[in-house]
């Protein structure tokens, strides 16, 4: 199975700050890679896919980068609605996994 | 509007059983796979099983394999998912989500329902 490691698993950060958060893959994937926000009480939501794509609707001062085994999801300017936590997942091969996540809290 | 509306949860005791439901709309339903993933509380996301537009071929997750099993009805629009001999580390919110349009370049987790909640204990 592909393992996915997010880093760091908790951030403290400040409205208007710039954030980054890498997924490392246990193997290569190419760019089969999606990022998904999750709010206390909420379902996931898609942000991005195939590393870089924006997912319809989704503010552009989100940004995926990255493609192999080493991700990025980059959050410009933080918002107070950015609060939340993320997590990458692999779609290269089964079964699917995801990272175990990155709490984004504010400062 | 893409409508996925997953039912069935409750309190289920040891090596009991429940089937989920997830009722979809606002899409072509025998256009898209689907998927079922959990999160137990306090937890992270695990995805569990993978059903494709035509029904086959299925795939899952090694802590579900030969106690869940995944399908889906046409008629109905709709998703299942069978959980047999359920454990207390089943308990979790089960969501089903929809994956994106196309071959396998496009299964990502596009749209999700709102989840239901199983609780397996005694």
């Known amino acids: 199975d592909i393992q996915l490691t997010q880093s760091p698993s908790f951030l403290s950060a400040s409205v208007g700050d710039t954030v980054t958060i890498t997924c490392r893959a246990s193997q290569g994937i190419s760019s089969y890679l999606a990022w998904y926000q999750q709010k206390p009480g909420k379902a996931p939501k898609l942000l991005i896919y195939g590393a870089s794509t924006l997912q319809s609707g989704v503010p552009s001062r989100f940004r995926g980068r990255g493609s192999v085994t080493e991700f990025t999801l980059t959050i410009t300017s933080l918002q107070p609605e950015d609060f939340a936590t993320y997590y990458c997942q692999q779609f290269d091969s089964y079964p699917r996994t995801f990272g175990q996540g990155t709490k984004v809290e504010i400062k | 509007e893409v409508q996925l509306v997953e039912s069935g949860g409750g309190l289920v005791q040891p090596g009991g059983s429940l089937r989920l439901s997830c009722a979809t709309s606002g899409f072509t339903f025998t256009a898209y796979s689907m998927n079922w993933v959990r999160q137990a509380p306090g937890k992270g996301l695990e995805w569990l099983a993978y059903i494709s537009s035509v029904g086959s071929p299925v795939y899952y997750a090694d802590s579900v394999r030969g106690r869940f099993t995944i399908s889906r009805d046409i008629a109905k629009n709709s998703l299942f998912l069978q959980m047999n001999t359920l454990r207390a580390d089943d308990t979790a919110v089960y969501y089903c989500?929809?994956?994106?349009?196309?071959?396998?370049?496009?299964?990502?987790?596009?749209?999700w329902g709102q989840g239901t909640l199983v609780t397996v204990s005694s």
């Open positions: 989500a929809r994956n994106g349009y196309g071959d396998f370049r496009a299964e990502y987790l596009q749209e």
